[in-house]
């Protein structure tokens, strides 16, 4: 398989790092995450002029195209800057359920307005008792004339309360824990019963608690199907678990580069701790993990488009798993060669260190996908 760059990605990796360069250092993300939304609406303006909004989808949806190579190159460089703006809730989880559920003229309409940056969207999913279970869903829709009521709560909804369009699971029928049965629906974030409780996360990110009391939708809320929803929930999914491959991968490249820069400079009983030879195994193994992370996300990108569904489950479920290791070697080693001043505000280590934990945990720990990699078996 052929990893070289063409000249358009390389252009766009270099745009996408010049950016991360000269607009995102460690003071400036620290007067975003200061600032009243935690996150920079300029920014956000920034990556629509350079097309990365509109990156994954198609043109006639008002995209540019891109692939899962060019959204990788992306990524990476927010894992570098640790970008704090909704890109994962707008363009890799809404973005993607949109385009995989929503009819033409719906998805012009809406992926339209989020490559020009003026439109935001959350994935509402997760609840209190689902942990990493997809099909648990307990939020219900039902029936009412010729509308739908939504009744339930959502939780820990990534940028849910920035969100200005919200897509909804819902139980329409069968049990609480059944595939079957589960709908999507397109929620504005102002209508009536819907109230977000929106809070920081410790990586820096953004968060909400969603709840939706008797809110009345009209019949063209439905996005896709009714009750044939779970197939679209495992594919979004399987899309985030591919961008926080490669975005991890950006932090982890950063945090060992932070690292072994310390070791060189950092001296004790006059000369640098990078000559201590324990030291310089741990950054062995921190270096090791990154690579291994680097071809994860390389197949993480490939395989997220793959069309037989246990093949693509797999793959990601792989992924996942390998991503969560190193994230944990490299987040944890990058705190132990730093020693205490590793975890301090002050230090860029310690908070590449809380993204990456985030990471591990999201989208499944290391020991969820292991359990389902052996529930699977092989897959030819």
Request: cysteine-free.
């Amino acid at each position: 398989m052929d990893f070289e760059l063409s000249n358009e990605q390389q252009l766009l990796k270099d745009s996408a790092d010049r950016l991360i360069a000269d607009r995102y250092d460690m003071q400036a993300r620290g007067k975003i995450l200061e600032s009243d939304a935690g996150w920079s609406r300029e920014i956000w303006s920034t990556f629509a002029g350079l097309g990365f909004l509109g990156l994954p989808f198609s043109g006639e949806d008002g995209g540019f195209d891109g692939g899962p190579v060019e959204q990788m190159l992306i990524l990476e460089a927010f894992g570098r800057g640790l970008i704090v703006e909704p890109y994962l809730a707008t363009v890799v989880l809404g973005g993607s359920a949109i385009a995989l559920a929503a009819d033409a003229d719906r998805r012009a309409e809406i992926l339209g307005g989020v490559a020009a940056g003026e439109r935001l969207l959350a994935f509402a999913h997760g609840e209190r008792l689902s942990r990493y279970r997809l099909r648990q869903v307990e939020t219900t829709a039902r029936r009412e004339g010729d509308g739908w009521v939504l009744d339930g709560e959502k939780t820990t909804v990534v940028h849910g309360a920035e969100a200005d369009t919200l897509i909804v699971s819902a139980r329409t029928s069968g049990g609480k824990d059944d595939e079957a049965g589960i709908s999507l629906f397109l929620v504005p974030a102002d209508t009536t019963g819907v109230t977000a409780r929106g809070y920081p996360t410790f990586d820096g990110m953004r968060g909400a608690d969603i709840t939706f009391e008797s809110v009345k939708l009209p019949a063209g809320a439905l996005l896709g199907e009714a009750d044939k929803a779970y197939g679209v929930i495992e594919q979004v999914e399987q899309h985030g678990i591919a961008a926080v491959a490669a975005e991890g991968l950006g932090a982890m490249q950063a945090a060992l580069d932070i690292s072994v820069e310390y070791l060189k400079t950092r001296t004790q009983f006059g000369r640098p701790i990078g000559d201590f030879q324990v030291l310089q195994h741990r950054a062995a193994d921190m270096y090791v993990a990154v690579e291994e992370a680097r071809s994860i996300a390389i197949y993480a990108a490939m395989m997220v488009s793959e069309p037989d569904p246990a093949a693509r489950r797999h793959a990601m479920a792989t992924a996942k798993a390998q991503i969560g290791q190193s994230a944990r070697e490299v987040g944890q080693g990058g705190v132990q060669l730093h020693g205490g001043i590793g975890i301090t505000e002050e230090y860029a280590v310690g908070h590449y260190f809380k993204r990456l934990s985030m990471i591990e945990r999201q989208f499944g720990d290391v020991e969820h996908h292991m359990a389902l990699l052996a529930s699977m078996g092989a897959v030819e």
